[in-house]
């Protein structure tokens, strides 16, 4: 029954918190190491931990949706399945518990994976917040056009609004055939002109023509408005907690 336990929460985790694969890896092994020790040195569930903790950490790499996280889960599981599966047959095969211990191990080893994904989306949260990271989980929530800054901005600057989606789909192509993270790239196109709200009227995409309140200021007054905006947007996503 230890291999029903959630031993690929830990790697996935870290996965979602950590872009860096050699670290993912480090954690994988190191858990690994330290649950042998716990149990007299088990071979068999330091590889399962290892293989599949893997396993659930690739699966969530660069994620998309929520259900990637719950995929990875499945995906670890029928890893660990499939590894206890093998073990067991190396280890107790033609024995009188071998048949006994497949039937049991098999599925906790399935189990294990299920209840990985779902410790890790209750604890993503909390560590998020903890450690003020941004995770792609968290990025899926601000990728919500219903998002209250999100709202704000299509009334009162609806040219602004519409410039970041267009960026925002740009960016999401260029990031993709780069390698980099498309669904931060898109994120952070909708997001970096909310400081625009503050002014719509002095920006030209949300001007009517003829109407631009530059021409009644000076072109001192008029820079200083224009450059506020990137102070204004760092104060507003602050104040909304989008994360570095």
């Known amino acids: 029954l230890l291999f029903s336990a959630p031993l690929a929460a830990g790697p996935m985790l870290v996965g979602l918190l950590v872009m860096s694969g050699e670290l993912v890896w480090g954690f994988a092994i ?46 670890a599981g029928l890893v660990n399945a499939l590894l206890i599966a093998f073990v067991l047959t190396v280890e107790r095969f033609g024995e009188a518990q071998y048949v006994r211990q497949m039937v049991w191990g098999v599925p906790a080893g399935f189990l294990s994976g299920i209840l990985s994904s779902l410790v890790a989306m209750m604890l993503i949260p909390l560590l998020e917040t903890i450690f003020n990271c941004t995770t792609d989980v968290k990025l899926l929530e601000l990728s919500n056009l219903n998002h209250p800054l999100l709202k704000e901005m299509v009334v009162k600057a609806p040219g602004t609004y519409h410039h970041s989606l267009v960026v925002g789909s740009m960016v999401e192509s260029a990031a993709e055939e780069i390698g980099a993270n498309p669904l931060l790239a898109k994120v952070m196109s909708y997001y970096h002109d909310i400081g625009k709200t503050e002014h ?45």
């Open 30 to 75: 190191f858990q690994a190491v330290v649950l042998g020790l716990m149990l007299d040195m088990k071979f068999s569930l330091m590889l399962v931990a290892i293989v599949g903790g893997l396993a659930a950490a690739r699966g969530v790499y660069g994620c998309k949706t929520r259900n990637d996280i719950y995929k990875a889960g499945l995906r």
């Open 200 to 244: 719509a009227a002095y920006f030209i995409e949300n001007q009517k023509p003829g109407q631009n309140p530059h021409d009644h200021l000076s072109p001192h007054m008029s820079k200083t408005i224009l450059i506020a905006h990137v102070k204004d947007g760092v104060e507003l996503g602050l104040q909304h907690k989008l994360g570095k």
